[in-house]
Every structure is written in C-alpha cells, then in structure tokens.
C-alpha cells in the first residue's frame, strides 16, 4: 500500500507505522518505498513536524 494522499491520512498512517514498525522516520521511508522529505512537507504544511525522540508527527504549538 502506498501513503495516503490526504494530509490528515497520512498523518495517521505515518505515526502508526512509526508506533508499531520503525524506529526512525528514515526507516519507515526506506522500507516503504516512500519519499522522507514529501512526508515531511506534507505533514508541516498541515501542522505537523516529526519529533524524533518521539518517533511520531507532532502538532507544532
């Protein structure tokens, strides 16, 4: 399966995959066959930013 395109979907996706699979966004990226630095954008654009000491997206306060 391949990431949502809906930001929101793929917020969700993203941070379970991060939860249950991977221990680092750049994992998730290479084991899903899918672009680190197009998650990134999308999700800042929604309001989001990856805390790597969380291994999730995050809101942006």
Known sequence: ???????????SWTNMKLRDLYPSLSELSAAESVNEEEIRQKLEQAGY?????????????
């Open 1 to 11: 399966m391949s990431a949502p395109k809906d930001p929101f979907m793929l917020l």
């Open 49 to 61: 930013f990856y805390d790597s000491e969380k291994n999730q997206f995050v809101i942006r306060a």
